[in-house]
């Protein structure tokens, strides 16, 4: 398959979990400030969204959204540890990527807008720091966020978690927090999807 990825932006999560799986996949980087990728196509034409993630599957159909992709790879590749099979096990990743996407990922869109007046900025700062103080008390105790496995809930809040030092947001007295950064970060895996995408690893 084939993952259309902006560097650092919501696509580090399935490009993560396509390396974490052990899938064969291309990568196309794309600029999604003018909707082009790397050699030239206009982006809308693939994915009228225009937005990144999105995979072209080897049928060569077309899927959207971070958290269904990246159950997609997950269930191709039938890792069980990044996606448990059934029970309640698989719900509470589940649970995790839907509380990622609804309450972090979209609540970066404000600091990342040129236009939002600075007073807006820092109610919704303050407001992700008390969602972030509650994950970071969910960690305690935890390598990852369902326990000691992998999974893609992790690859995408590792993803999410890394805006904040590009809007200003601090989150490093988050000791928890922190420590599953870092642990997250030194996986092979990961190392060699943030070096793919031109970021530090």
Known sequence: MKLYFSPGACSLSPHII????GLDFTLQKVDTYVHKTADGVDFYTINPKG??????????EILTEGSIIAQYIAESAENRDLLPASG???????????YISSELHKSFAPLFDADMPAEGKTRVAELLRKKFAW?????????????DTFTVADAYLFTVSGWSKHVNLDISDFTHLQKFLASVKARPHVQAALKAEGLPA
């Open 18 to 21: 396509l390396r974490e799986a």
């Open 51 to 60: 937005q990144v993630p999105t995979v072209e599957l080897d049928n060569g």
């Open 88 to 98: 309640l096990p698989r719900y509470r990743v589940l649970e995790w990527q839907n």
């Open 135 to 147: 994950v970071n008390s969910r960690l305690e105790g935890r390598t990852y966020l369902t326990g």
